[in-house]
T-cell receptor, first 111, second 115 residues
C-alpha cells in the first residue's frame, strides 16, 4: 500500500530557530496536507496544497507541494515553545476522500 | 462550541468485552471517518461514511462495526476486544465540495486500553 515517510522522526531545537521537515511517498498524490497534533488532541490542519509546485504560507509556516507529486516539505520560521507537537503530512488521492498519513515528525522546542 | 466530539475520552476494559465509542459532529458535514492511532503515533483510516453510507472500509477486522444513525453521528462498536485493539481512536468529518475533499476536522480522540 501507499506509504508516506517523514524526516526527521524527531527534532529538538532552540526557540527562534527555523525548522524544516519533509515527506516522501512511493506514490503520487493530488493533494498534500500538513497537520499538527498536540498531546491529548486530534490532528489540526495547518496547510493544504492542491497543485504540484504550489508554495503556500500560513503565518510562520510555509509548505510546498513537490513537482513530482511524491513529496512535500514544511518549514516553520522563528520557532516558539507552542510549536511543540507532532507534525503529520497526509496525502489524498484524486477524487477520493481517503487520507494517507505520514509517520510524523515530533518537534520539541527548547527555551 | 465543539465541532467534532467523541465519548468517552478514556475507555479501559477487559479482553473479550464489547464496547462502543460515539462520535458527533455539528458542522453539517456529509462525511465522517474513524481513524486508529497506534502506540507509535501512526494514524490509519479505518472507515468512512458519506450520508450514512459506507464508502471506505480498510481491511479492518469484522469485530469492528461502524454505525451511522444519521449524518451527524458515526459510532464505532467493537466486539470481543483484543489486546491489540489498544490505541487512540479518532473520529473526523468533512464536507465534500466539488472535485476536492474539504478539510477533515478531527475529534479529541478516545484512548482505548484493553487489559
Amino acid at each position: 500500500g501507499q506509504q508516506l515517510n517523514q524526516s526527521p522522526q524527531s527534532m529538538f531545537i532552540q526557540e527562534g530557530e527555523d525548522v524544516s521537515m519533509n515527506c516522501t511517498s512511493s506514490s503520487i498524490f493530488n493533494t498534500w496536507l500538513w497537520y499538527k497534533q498536540e498531546p491529548g488532541e486530534g490532528p489540526v490542519l495547518l496547510i493544504a496544497l492542491y497543485k504540484a509546485g504550489e508554495l503556500t504560507s500560513n503565518g510562520r509556516l510555509t509548505a510546498q507541494f513537490g513537482i513530482t507529486r511524491k513529496d512535500s516539505f514544511l518549514n516553520i520560521s522563528a520557532s516558539i515553545p507552542s510549536d511543540v507537537g507532532i507534525y503529520f503530512c497526509a496525502g489524498l488521492t484524486g477524487g477520493g476522500n481517503k487520507l494517507t498519513f505520514g509517520t510524523g515528525t515530533q518537534l520539541k522546542v527548547e527555551l | 462550541d465543539t465541532a467534532v466530539s467523541q465519548t468517552p475520552k478514556y475507555l479501559v476494559t477487559q479482553m473479550g468485552n464489547d464496547k462502543s465509542i460515539k462520535c458527533e459532529q455539528n458542522l453539517g458535514h456529509d462525511t465522517m471517518y474513524w481513524y486508529k492511532q497506534d502506540s507509535k503515533k501512526f494514524l490509519k483510516i479505518m472507515f468512512s461514511y458519506n450520508n450514512k453510507e459506507l464508502i471506505i472500509n480498510e481491511t479492518v477486522p469484522n469485530r469492528f462495526s461502524p454505525k451511522s444513525p444519521d449524518k451527524a453521528h458515526l459510532n464505532l462498536h467493537i466486539n470481543s476486544l483484543e489486546l491489540g485493539d489498544s490505541a487512540v481512536y479518532f473520529c473526523a468529518s468533512s464536507k465534500i465540495a466539488g472535485g476536492y475533499t474539504d478539510t477533515q476536522y478531527f475529534g479529541p480522540g478516545t484512548r482505548l486500553t484493553v487489559l
